[in-house]
């Protein structure tokens, strides 16, 4: 069955594979996990807001970009975000948005809606009586969500929310449609130079299982080691 | 914002001569729908089949069935989808690649097929999560009364446990709608797929686009109602908190 096979066409192009095409989707999942937690966290507070318009604004935001595709989110944000810019600074004319950019901002904005309902899970999960205490001292609301909730609930969801930068690390792949330079893309563009598309593909499948399982047991190990003790 | 809105757009026919732009959207729709819901079939009964599998006190059914979720778990859909459309034709003994290959629609089924197996472990996981939910109890009840296994697991704990599983598998099947939009990388001309040709060929971008969302969010609103009826519909009153009170 692999007599036809020639792996090669991996040991010349690994290199150019690994350093730019998963350093791509590294990148842009690690700074799309940052931005989209302290984002979601943002929404996660809006949506447990008392005052109604605020936690409606918050709702109907995640609930929108949580119904649709994320290709189409991709499409969207990839045309969007060039005349969002011109607005913001006045430009006549859609500014031009690096690849990276937009990405970034794409994931980042859809990602938020997931971190979002993980950390309202999790300010949920502090007792009410925390809150109440907090007050009673004289904290005002963020000095309460600052110092006394947040670090809690971010304790007790630490093992989600690296599920789900898991995730987005696999959702990073879909940049494929917009032709970014990420591992798949790389990868295709390869395939197809060499016409080697079995080899290739079975390779990014292969790297990507081997990171995503590692990382999931990982947060396994984690999750009992993580756990408060009350 | 300096774009010409057009929403007129949708009465003009498109280039590919199969009607106005509103039809070849709504063709991509139904494209969507039929990925959607056969591979969602799919994905229930083999979902089942292997959260079944994986709460059995039988051991290599639970190695097996947890090999199988970490294997289509861990691998972005769309690299499956170019496994099963690339690779998979040119592993198989040759004359069924090339069936495969000269298949009519060979987007749609492999669009299906890939799917159904992603989704399928999103299922088993939910389906084991319901029946380990299950008091412990109703498992030796069961034997107690004499049903064997099978018989435990078909008239005592899958009829609570997919019960139990409902809300969650709503989401689910919302997502294998959403996730038939990955298969535009493989040629399917799904919804997202006509409203990006769409906006190639007309530049009308953001109208498009909105079209296409709001035919998400339909499909969403109907799913989610058609579900909720489903919910009250199978209810155990007395059981299952919430939904079997109305």
């Given at each position: 069955m692999f007599e036809n096979f020639d792996f090669n066409t991996i040991s010349r192009s690994w290199e150019v594979l690994i350093f730019q095409g998963l350093a791509f989707t590294l990148q842009v999942t690690l700074l799309a996990m940052v931005g989209g937690i302290i984002f979601g966290t943002l929404l996660a507070m809006m949506r447990l807001s008392s005052i109604k318009a605020i936690s409606w604004i918050a709702g109907t935001y995640v609930n929108f970009l949580r119904s649709i595709p994320l290709v189409l989110v991709i499409f969207w944000f990839f045309f969007l975000v060039p005349y969002i810019g011109a607005w913001l600074i006045g430009s006549p004319t859609p500014i031009k948005v690096g690849a990276f950019?937009?990405?970034?901002?794409?994931?980042?904005?859809?990602?938020?809606?997931?971190?979002?309902?993980?950390?309202?899970?999790?300010?949920?999960s502090i007792p009410r009586g925390q809150v109440n205490a907090g007050s009673a001292l004289g904290l005002n609301y963020w000095?309460?969500?600052?110092n006394v909730v947040l670090p809690q609930a971010f304790r007790n969801m630490i093992p989600v929310l690296l599920t789900q930068t898991i995730v987005l690390f696999q959702d990073v792949s879909l940049v494929y449609i917009i032709s970014l330079p990420d591992f798949v893309t790389l990868a295709s563009?390869?395939?197809?130079?060499?016409?080697?598309?079995?080899?290739?593909?079975?390779?990014?499948?292969?790297?990507?299982f081997v990171i995503c399982l590692s990382l999931s047991m990982l947060v396994k190990r984690l999750q009992s080691r993580v756990a408060i003790v009350r | 914002m300096n774009?010409?809105?057009?929403?007129?757009?949708?009465?003009e026919l498109s280039p590919d001569a199969?009607?106005?732009?509103?039809?070849?959207?709504?063709?991509?729709?139904?494209?969507t729908l039929a990925t959607g819901v056969t591979a969602w079939i799919f994905a229930l009964l083999l979902g089942a089949a292997i959260g079944t599998m994986r709460t059995t006190p039988v051991k290599w059914m639970v190695m097996l069935g947890n090999a199988y979720v970490e294997l289509f778990r861990n691998i972005p859909l769309l690299v499956q989808m170019f496994?099963?459309?690339?690779?998979?034709?040119e592993l198989l003994p040759k004359a069924w690649g090339t069936w495969i290959k000269q298949m009519p629609n060979a987007s749609f089924w492999t669009a299906v097929v890939a799917l159904s197996f992603f989704t399928s472990a999103r299922v088993a996981e939910q389906v084991r999560a319901g029946i380990q939910s299950l008091p412990r109890g109703q498992l030796m009840a069961g034997t107690a009364l004499g049903l064997t296994l099978p018989q435990t697991y078909r008239y005592v704990l899958l009829p609570m446990?997919?019960?139990?599983?409902?809300?969650?598998?709503?989401?689910?099947?919302?997502?294998v709608i959403?996730?038939?939009?990955?298969a535009l990388a493989i040629g399917l001309m799904e919804l997202t797929a006509r409203a990006r040709s769409m906006q190639e060929f007309s530049f009308q971008v953001f109208e498009a686009f909105t079209a296409a969302t709001l035919m998400y969010l339909l499909v969403n609103t109907v799913v989610v109602l058609g579900m909720r009826w489903v919910e009250r519909w199978v209810a155990v009153p007395g059981y299952v908190g919430k939904n079997s009170g109305s």
């Amino acid at each position: 069955m692999f007599e036809n096979f020639d792996f090669n066409t991996i040991s010349r192009s690994w290199e150019v594979l690994i350093f730019q095409g998963l350093a791509f989707t590294l990148q842009v999942t690690l700074l799309a996990m940052v931005g989209g937690i302290i984002f979601g966290t943002l929404l996660a507070m809006m949506r447990l807001s008392s005052i109604k318009a605020i936690s409606w604004i918050a709702g109907t935001y995640v609930n929108f970009l949580r119904s649709i595709p994320l290709v189409l989110v991709i499409f969207w944000f990839f045309f969007l975000v060039p005349y969002i810019g011109a607005w913001l600074i006045g430009s006549p004319t859609p500014i031009k948005v690096g690849a990276f950019a937009s990405a970034l901002v794409t994931f980042i904005m859809f990602e938020a809606c997931y971190y979002c309902e993980i950390m309202r899970a999790g300010i949920q999960s502090i007792p009410r009586g925390q809150v109440n205490a907090g007050s009673a001292l004289g904290l005002n609301y963020w000095q309460v969500m600052g110092n006394v909730v947040l670090p809690q609930a971010f304790r007790n969801m630490i093992p989600v929310l690296l599920t789900q930068t898991i995730v987005l690390f696999q959702d990073v792949s879909l940049v494929y449609i917009i032709s970014l330079p990420d591992f798949v893309t790389l990868a295709s563009k390869i395939a197809q130079r060499d016409g080697r598309l079995i080899e290739m593909y079975l390779f990014v499948a292969v790297v990507y299982f081997v990171i995503c399982l590692s990382l999931s047991m990982l947060v396994k190990r984690l999750q009992s080691r993580v756990a408060i003790v009350r | 914002m300096n774009y010409n809105w057009n929403w007129g757009i949708f009465w003009e026919l498109s280039p590919d001569a199969s009607g106005t732009y509103m039809e070849t959207l709504f063709a991509g729709l139904r494209w969507t729908l039929a990925t959607g819901v056969t591979a969602w079939i799919f994905a229930l009964l083999l979902g089942a089949a292997i959260g079944t599998m994986r709460t059995t006190p039988v051991k290599w059914m639970v190695m097996l069935g947890n090999a199988y979720v970490e294997l289509f778990r861990n691998i972005p859909l769309l690299v499956q989808m170019f496994l099963w459309f690339f690779v998979v034709p040119e592993l198989l003994p040759k004359a069924w690649g090339t069936w495969i290959k000269q298949m009519p629609n060979a987007s749609f089924w492999t669009a299906v097929v890939a799917l159904s197996f992603f989704t399928s472990a999103r299922v088993a996981e939910q389906v084991r999560a319901g029946i380990q939910s299950l008091p412990r109890g109703q498992l030796m009840a069961g034997t107690a009364l004499g049903l064997t296994l099978p018989q435990t697991y078909r008239y005592v704990l899958l009829p609570m446990a997919f019960r139990i599983i409902l809300p969650p598998l709503t989401s689910e099947f919302l997502n294998v709608i959403k996730n038939s939009a990955v298969a535009l990388a493989i040629g399917l001309m799904e919804l997202t797929a006509r409203a990006r040709s769409m906006q190639e060929f007309s530049f009308q971008v953001f109208e498009a686009f909105t079209a296409a969302t709001l035919m998400y969010l339909l499909v969403n609103t109907v799913v989610v109602l058609g579900m909720r009826w489903v919910e009250r519909w199978v209810a155990v009153p007395g059981y299952v908190g919430k939904n079997s009170g109305s």
